[in-house]
């Protein structure tokens, strides 16, 4: 099988998570700075079967997009211009939140909780996990 993998789109940097081939568990993959985000996924998908790209949609608590939405569909724009694997979009509201209490949660300290990179990658296994929940 092939694996999913997730995207944080974010302004600076952009978080990733992915499964397992098995599409069973969402685990992060790294945090990328954005404006090597297209050229670190072409790389990544040359050297692992990836079937789906889940990028999180970003939306305002009401429900209204977000200023970096525009950002993700010209990154989605592009991708599906000149790529194969297919891409959702996936609603990432209150991820970051998510993101930050599983940190807390799990113990780690307030240098940790401060790593913005962490919080994107956790933030995109979030996304991956709440889109393999939605499929079951």
Known sequence: MSRILAVDYGKKRTGLA??????????????????ELYDYLVKYTQTEQVE??????????NGEPS???????????????RQQI?????????TSVLAHKAMLDG??????????????EISATIILQSYLESKR
């Open 86 to 94: 297919p891409v959702v979009y996936y609603d990432e509201r209150f």
């Open 52 to 61: 789906l790209i889940v990028v999180g949609e970003p939306k305002q608590p």
């Open 67 to 81: 200023e970096n939405l525009a950002r993700v569909r010209e990154f989605v724009a592009r991708w599906r211009k």
């Open 107 to 120: 113990g780690l300290r307030k240098k940790a909780r401060q790593n913005k990179a962490l919080v994107d």
């Open 18 to 35: 992915v499964t397992d081939p098995l599409q069973i568990i969402a685990n992060g993959l790294a945090t990328v700075p954005t404006a």
